[in-house]
């Protein structure tokens, strides 16, 4: 989202704006420190299999990684002082299987009053190269930008270490570790290779890859740069540099670097790219001049994958775009803003047009998977549930079509609110190029003239298509030929999406065969409301190390 004098006016005016909400409404009020902030969690457009915060506003993932104790911990950009980007801080999250979140305290705060906290990552640091941690083994690093605009605007990069696990965070003495002298610097994703740790981070209106190595994290040398590639767009922003195993080849894998641009997409503001290539520890190689988009629709942007996941490479997207984040209406409804893309695992495929691309799937979903709902089996024909009693008002669609070996028919999912008429709708058509869309136009609680309704790709296909859909009150994400092609989509209906149908038909043989099974999806949060309906988070363990004694911020009472 920055760029250099519109985003610092942005900034100045977002400061200004906390500085204004709090005279009116709040005196001496902090951000608060050692404890989550609570949440209601039940409001209509809440989704309930999906992260967001519990209020305020949030962008970027932000140091994901994965404990040794399997503890997957979520870190995101966060304004806890307003509903719109701004006064940036690391918000945290930990979670046993990337859907039932526990909102922790707040991680890392600005250190003084002209500066944020923006996107960055964390590593586990067993061996100690860091320094931090003599004896421990679970210590955390976080490598992330400092953007400062007073007085001059400067992003640097910094780390900060946890000897809790990941809870509480003290900023190292000598930050920065990392300053090109520059206002467009920023996203520094690390991770470790054979004996050394490397960083990636983007430069981002040169449209350079910068990549630096280190034995500390904290001197940092220039090893190469990757520069100039693919889709610009205005700005490079949040790059990954990360291994992606193949799929069905025991230890084997492939390198990606992975961009997001913002603005600049092909559908309108942010989007996400990838290209495959070699690593050698220092320079990034393509194997080909190509790039993927990873997601088809509009609201992917920002994606890291975790750290320490040994044999899989897990990703989360923020699912928005920044030509509309700040106008949606859970705003000024809820108090809250945008929600994470669900967890996907990334691994190489072969497509069948394109060869060796990165395939997304829904990381296992058996910890939300509830009820059967239905399931049939049939040539052309229709399913139609109301799941207006399903209290997560969230499903899991499963389609499979056989014997395609006539390219003709299609199948649409449609789903639609009885009460105010307004419907989201999607689906197939198999005419050679397989043109899979969506058509979220009729949806009627959010108009802004770039919220895009109509959206499509097009999938070359064997004889089978599978399609699996992910619906969660506000957003969609769809997984196209086991992960071959993913979408992710908000939508803001003004009444709950209640009755769901699924119609197959048109088929050019006989015996094609459309089975579709919808099961619903647990509410993650209902569970940890109180009597009074509200989420209040979990509390770091050791509260009395690692913190952060410099904070600056104002916020909710
Ligand atoms: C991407 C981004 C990052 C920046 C952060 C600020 O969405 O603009 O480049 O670090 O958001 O919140």
Known sequence: MWATSPAIAAFMLSAYTVAEFCSTTCTSA?????????????????????????????????????????????????????????????????SPDLYSWTNQPIALYPVNASSFIFTGSAVTDPNNTSGFFPDQQDGVVAIYTIATYEPIELQTQAIAYSRDGGYTFTPYDN???????????????????????????????????????????????????????????????????????IDGEEGQSTWMMFVSINPGAPLGGSTSWYTLGDFDGYTFTPHANDIHFPDWSKDAYAAQFFYNTPGEAVLVNWASNWQYTNAVPTGPKEE???????????????????????????????????EELASDTFGNGSLVIDFADVYSNAVLIEMNVTNLEVLAGSVNYTFLSPISGEYLTG???????????????????????????????????????????????????TYIQDGLQASTSTFFPEEPLTILSVKAGGYGASNTTTSVRVRSLKSVWRPQEDDAGIVSG??????????????YSAGWQ
């Not at 996907?344 to 990165?358: E, F």
């Not at 689906?427 to 009729?442: A, P």
């Not at 109509?454 to 619906?471: E, R």
């Open 538 to 551: 979990g509390y770091a363990k050791n509260m009395t190390s690692g913190h952060n004694s410099q904070r």
């Open 30 to 94: 902090e951000v608060p420190t050692g404890t989550p902030i609570a949440g209601d969690y039940d409001g209509y457009l809440r989704p309930q299999v999906h992260f967001s915060p519990p209020r305020g506003f949030m962008n970027d993932p932000n140091g994901l990684h994965r404990s040794d104790d399997g503890t997957w911990h979520l870190y995101y950009q966060y304004n806890p002082t307003d509903t719109v980007a701004g006064n940036q801080h690391w918000g945290h999250a930990t």
């Open 175 to 245: 930050n920065p570790v990392l300053d090109a002298g520059s206002s467009n610097f920023r996203d520094p994703k690390v991770v470790w290779y054979e004996d050394h740790w490397v960083m990636v981070v983007a430069f981002s209106q040169e449209f350079v890859m910068a990549i630096y190595t280190s034995p500390d994290l904290k001197s940092w040398t220039h090893a190469s740069n990757f520069t100039q590639y693919g889709l610009l767009g205005l700005q490079y922003e949040c790059p990954n540099l990360v291994e992606i195993p």
């Open 336 to 370: 809250w803003r945008s929600s994470m893309g669900q967890a996907r695992r990334i691994s190489i495929k072969q497509d069948p047009r394109l060869g060796a691309i990165a395939a997304s799937e829904p990381y296992d979903m058996s910890p939300v998977v509830d």
């Open 427 to 477: 689906g197939v058509l198999f005419n050679g190029n397989n043109d899979i869309w969506q058509d979220r136009s009729h949806i009627k609680g959010f108009e802004h003239p770039l919220f895009t309704g109509k959206l499509s790709t097009a999938q070359i296909i064997d004889d089978t298509f599978t399609m699996q859909v992910v619906f969660d009150r506000t957003l969609i994400e």
